[in-house]
């Protein structure tokens, strides 16, 4: 499998705290991103970092990636309890076309 | 609104029948997926699809089958040999010269 490993599995943090969570993989990638999944729903795209960026910034979240060590992090600041979901990362393989896969997710709860 | 459609929300099989999932999107959008979520897991990939008639298996697609007759619909039946089906089934679609993939609101099959 393809498939990204992230970390912490789970994170449970207070609110205006700053939660981070890692990606990694295993293979030459185009491009990485990140999807929010609220429980029972469908994932939401937040953020999307080429292979030749270091670092991207949208809203509260940051991103950063190093292709030399296959690894990625998100970044969440001034947490809020509504950021509390399941976060995913997804990888664009190089050589597969449009085949995108999705790491294991990091479970995120902000206690209010 | 454009967007994905999944139907239905929650399906129950019984144990030898299979059972087909509807997606349809009204996005204009080339690339098709599905993806199977267990519960606390990340999302494995099916079955996807690049262009009208033509598909590709994913990483998990012993059990399953699609078609791809038209570009905005892309079925997934789950068949008998799907030994453990019960599980989230989420679809999604792309553009294909994009990198945003967008998903339906999933779809919950249990074997009872």
């Known amino acids: ?112 | 609104d454009g967007g994905i459609t999944q139907s239905p929300k929650y399906l129950f099989r019984k144990e030898g029948q299979n059972v087909t999932l509807s997606c349809e999107q009204n996005l204009n959008h080339d690339a098709m997926y599905w993806y199977r979520q267990d519960p606390g897991q990340g999302l494995r990939l099916i079955y996807y699809s690049q262009i009208v008639n033509d598909f590709q298996k994913g990483d998990i697609a012993e059990g399953y089958s699609v078609s791809r007759e038209k570009k905005e619909s892309f079925p997934l039946t789950v068949t008998s040999a799907q030994k453990n089906p019960t599980a989230f089934y989420l679809c999604a679609s792309r553009v294909q010269a994009g990198n945003t993939i967008y998903f339906g609101e999933g779809s919950w099959l249990t074997v009872v």
């Open chain 1, 1 to 112: 499998s393809q498939q990204g490993e992230e970390d912490p599995q789970a994170l449970s943090i207070q609110e205006g705290e700053n939660a981070t969570m890692n990606c990694s993989y295993k293979t030459s990638i185009n491009n990485l991103q990140w999807y929010r999944q609220n429980s029972g729903r469908g994932l939401v795209h937040l953020i999307l970092i080429r292979s030749n960026e270091r670092e991207k910034h949208s809203g509260r979240l940051r991103v950063t990636l190093d292709t030399s060590k296959k690894s990625s992090s998100l970044l969440i600041t001034a947490s809020r309890a509504a950021d509390t979901a399941s976060y995913f990362c997804a990888m664009l393989r190089e050589t597969s076309g449009s085949r995108l896969t999705f790491g294991e997710g990091t479970q995120l709860t902000v206690n209010p």
